[in-house]
């Protein structure tokens, strides 16, 4: 990932003079500056330098950090994939590992057992390439036959039979989207000014503020961020950042002393993804900005009141000014602070507020929801599932912990449910099955904290575990609202460190 945003990529000329320099002694010219196997895909700016990496690993090629940043960014530019292409799958270059894939059960069961399924759906190939990547799979892992989920079929025989029409309609090299996408991808150059931004981290809380985007060479910026989280700790740094065909965002910015990294899909004066630690990904934030001159609402923070309680609620967004509507029982008492990409106002709930959503408004600006409760219904933990890892105690893996927060939900008149927001809570965890009790995970696979991050185990053999197995373990977490104590639960699996971990899971 480090090598998508570090450095300065160069002009598109010097992308087709490295393709031609350090491609062609193994990619045959077609004609028409085309070249075997290259000219037949297109990728995510992540899926070119894995592939560039594995011709290094594999094949020998060598090259330079510099000129395989520019030779990315030229693939990427000229095979790309459309923004309609990337949607429902961009989890995987935003690295939300916790993520349960939802793909039809052959395409998990043939390709996503070793690696996601959006790793897949994340290019673009003809017929016939993808019947060579089955022969690459077979040929460098020949193993995958006798693997779990293939040694009980004919694997190959499905593979070319079955997968390979199907990933060529499903996800083929020609398609309308890219050929539109070419036509209007806009010019790194409508990305420069002020971006009022918003941002939620799990188990630390909401983030808002500006980051000035400024224009550098040729489709790289310099970035600077100010901005708070809820609890009013700083949210402050900068960096560098980059645009690959036309609106695919990867930054680096040092907040605070964390590295973190941006990946944005930006479209239409709006940036949407998602940014997280370089060392820690499980640590990261939802982010969403708009650009000045785009008068449109972001977010409210906190998007939650009680009925008959006095809060302040922060409106986000660019084009600001004025009172908000916040509907029926709900009382703006004043207006605390007022710009055009902050409105920070006192609002009152009538002790007979009716629970539900209601539409936040501010003139002609709308799109956000704020959720008023007097009671909730159910507890939900936030992710469901998810995994940490073992790491360090003199190993060269960090740990990577499980982070959690509590959802409220309640129900509307109408009976049907609602979401309330994020709500302070007591965390525990508990043995998830009796097999769990039974290795006693709870004792050696890790601490939660009262903040609801759970710090996995050290890794490597533990000699006071049982036939000393590492730190491994499989929990439930418990969430204990402070408000009324209703309960929710979810899993934990703490497992061995990520030893492979591309910039596509």
Known sequence: MAALTFGQAQAAESGEALLKSKCMGCHIPEGNDALSRISHQRKTPEGWLMSIARMQV?????????????????????????????????????RRLNTVEQFDEQLGQMCGRCHSSARVALQRRPAKEWEHLVHFHLGQWPSLEYQAQSRDRDWLDLALKQMVPDLAKRFPLEDQAWTDWQKTRPKADVLPGQWSFSGHMLAKGDVRGVMTVTADAGDTFRVDVKGQYADGS?????????????????????????????????????????????????????????????????AVQPAFIKAGSETELTLVGSGLSGAPELGAGLEVVKVLDSAPTQLRVKVKAAADAAPGLRSVTLGQLAGVELAVYKDIAEVKVVPAFSVARVGDNGGSTPKVQGRFEAEAWGKGADGKPYRIGYLPAKWSVEPFDERAEEDEDVKFAGQMQKDGVFVPGGAGPNPERKMMTNNAGNLKVIA??????????????????????????
């Open 58 to 94: 594999m094949h020998g090629l060598q090259i330079g950090d510099d000129d395989r940043r520019t030779l990315v960014k030229y693939l990427a530019d000229k095979q790309g994939l459309a923004p309609s292409e990337t949607e429902g799958v961009r989890y995987a270059m935003e």
């Open 480 to 505: 204990e609202l402070e408000e009324g104590g209703h309960k929710g639960q979810g899993q934990l699996i703490v497992t061995v460190q990520r030893w492979n971990n591309p910039p596509l899971p």
């Open 234 to 298: 700083p949210f402050t740094g900068s960096g560098s950042a980059i645009l690959y065909n036309g609106y695919e965002w990867r930054g680096n910015v040092k907040v605070g002393e964390t590295n973190m990294r941006q990946v944005f899909a930006a479209i239409d004066g709006e940036m949407k993804g998602r940014m997280f630690e370089a060392e820690h990904d499980e640590r990261g934030l939802d982010f969403s900005a708009v650009k000045e001159g785009n008068a449109r609402l972001l």
